[in-house]
Structures are given as structure tokens and as C-alpha cells.
Nanobody, 127 residues
Framework: QVQLVESGGGLVQAGGSLRLSCAAS????????MGWFRQAPGKEREFVAS????????TYADSVKGRFTISRDVAKNTVYLQMNSLKPEDTAVYYC????????????????????WGQGTSVTVSE
């Protein structure tokens, strides 16, 4: 089982930036991938971005493409989400999640495909 701990959330004005971190411990695998998801009040949890540990292949939701960047530091077992040009609609609790895969990597935006989750970190973007 992988343990995940997010950090870096906070309050920021529209147009500002934040960097979220997700530290993974326990069993991690080279054939694994990490995802960032978010959940706004009263809404479903939605996919934001994902990356695989071995090749660093990234995928983004259309709503954040060009503004957010996901990256990983394999040596530190840590995944980051750099969020720039933040908008009020980015306000949500952000969660990181982990999964393993067999064969070739392909991303999945489905929460059910990620068995391990962090506790979440809150991001609030003011007008």
C-alpha cells in the first residue's frame, strides 16, 4: 500500500500561483502512475493531471492545460503540481492518487482506477 501526503495548498488571488506536493511512501513501483484530482464544493471529484513514474508521460484536463504542470522527482518519491494563472473556478480540495499498471502505460482519468489517495489540500482562489 502506498501512503500519500499532499501539501502546498492555500489562499491565492486570481492570476497567482501555487505549487502542490505529494510525497509517496511505502510500496512504490516503477510501473506506477500518479494523478492529481480536485473536488469543488457540491461537485464530483474530477481529473486534473497525471504522470507515470518511469517515463514522465503527462496528461492534463482541458480546463488546466497550459496553466498547470505536473512533474515528479523519482529520487524523492514526490509529485508536484505547479499551478499558474489561477482562476476562482480552480478553488477546490486537491488530492493526489496512485495506481500501478501492467504493460504499456496509458493514462486514466477515472477515480476508481486509483486505489491509493492522500488526504487532500485545500486551494482557494479569490477574485
Amino acid at each position: 500500500q502506498v501512503q500519500l501526503v499532499e501539501s502546498g495548498g492555500g489562499l491565492v488571488q486570481a492570476g497567482g500561483s501555487l505549487r502542490l506536493s505529494c510525497a509517496a511512501s511505502g510500496r512504490t513501483f516503477s510501473s506506477g502512475a500518479m494523478g492529481w484530482f480536485r473536488q469543488a464544493p457540491g461537485k464530483e471529484r474530477e481529473f486534473v493531471a497525471s504522470i507515470n513514474w518511469s517515463g514522465g508521460t503527462t496528461t492534463y484536463a482541458d480546463s488546466v492545460k497550459g496553466r498547470f504542470t505536473i512533474s515528479r522527482d523519482v529520487a524523492k518519491n514526490t509529485v508536484y503540481l505547479q499551478m499558474n494563472s489561477l482562476k476562482p473556478e480552480d478553488t477546490a480540495v486537491y488530492y493526489c492518487a496512485a495506481r500501478t499498471y501492467s504493460g504499456s502505460y496509458s493514462y486514466t482519468p477515472t477515480t476508481y482506477d486509483y486505489p491509493s489517495w492522500g488526504q487532500g489540500t485545500s486551494v482557494t482562489v479569490s477574485e
